[in-house]
């Protein structure tokens, strides 16, 4: 029996028929014309209109305000993948060739290792393999204020490599505005660890796991919208701050309110696959 509910985000529609093969959920975010077929994140309440500045966390502000609570969502494991990326149980063949090689490799169901955890997050990213040309086309600044960071690979912690992509001090300014209960936590979490869960991908196995998360961080990410706008926002890696903010904070706070374990991404874009539909 599948044991096993993944929703996979999308921003084509053309993707439904391999969305549905793999018995997946689709969710289809943008501009695409969707069938009824799709989960969508434009009924009820919803913050649609944010999708170019929240990625994914669009759909999941809709799950959480008009869908978590519904019988469908009873029992079993919670997921969520991307058109782009999707989990697998093997450390091999994380980059497959073709369709066909990547179906072999696809998350159906959660194994018996992982029965004894609550939540399953992406195998962690280093912060530290950055070269050189790298620091200076990003991050002058940075450097000029601490030249450590060039040769000292424990120095480019999650904080640093945050600066680097997404802003200068932004995450501190971010962090300022978090409730009591996390703000000194991850701060101690981002200035230690060289290394977060990416792509906020994540896996719970009950559905009350996921609304305290939600609680949590969409608050905090509408405090952020005050101090951080959507007007002056310039360059992918500002535009998305708060997906990216989500992302460092997803890697922390699971760990720190649930047992955790880790799998595997596969990074393989179906989109090469299907003949794209202009939007």
């Known amino acids: 029996m599948n044991n096993l509910r993944m929703f996979c985000i999308s921003m084509n529609s053309n993707h439904l028929n391999f969305i549905k093969e793999i018995n ?3 969710v289809g975010l943008g501009k695409d014309s969707f069938s009824s077929e799709w989960f969508r994140d434009n009924t009820g309440i919803n913050i649609t209109e944010k999708n170019n500045y929240y990625g994914e966390y669009t ?27 999707f989990w697998s149980v093997e450390k091999k063949d994380l980059l497959p060739n073709s369709l066909k090689q990547l179906k072999t490799l696809l998350l159906t169901k959660i194994p018996e290792s992982y029965q004894n955890v609550d939540v399953i997050l992406g195998d962690e990213l280093s912060t530290t393999n950055f070269k050189i040309m790298k620091f200076l ?29 997404h802003g200068y001090n932004n995450l501190d300014k971010a962090i300022d505005l978090l409730d009591d209960e996390n703000r000194k936590d991850f701060k101690d979490f981002v200035n230690t660890k060289t290394s977060f869960n990416p792509q906020n991908m994540f896996i719970c196995n009950s559905k009350e796991i996921l609304k305290n998360y939600y609680s949590t961080i969409f608050p905090w990410l509408e405090r952020c ?4 706008g959507f007007r002056n926002l310039a ?20 760990q720190k309110n649930y047992k955790c374990k880790t799998m595997p991404i596969i990074f393989y874009d179906i989109k090469k696959d299907f003949n794209h539909k202009p939007l």
């Open 24 to 26: 997946y959920l689709p």
């Open 59 to 85: 759909f999941h502000y809709w799950l959480w305000k008009n869908y978590i609570d519904l019988d469908e969502m009873k029992g079993g494991w919670i997921g969520f993948c991307q058109y782009r990326k």
């Open 137 to 165: 086309k990003k991050g002058l600044k940075l450097i000029l204020n601490k030249p450590s960071y060039l040769f000292k690979k424990n120095k480019r912690n999650i904080k640093f490599h945050f600066d680097l992509m």
């Open 225 to 228: 919208e005050v101090k951080f």
């Open 235 to 254: 360059g992918y890696g500002k535009i998305r701050i708060y997906t990216f903010l989500a992302e460092r904070f997803m890697s922390y706070w699971f």
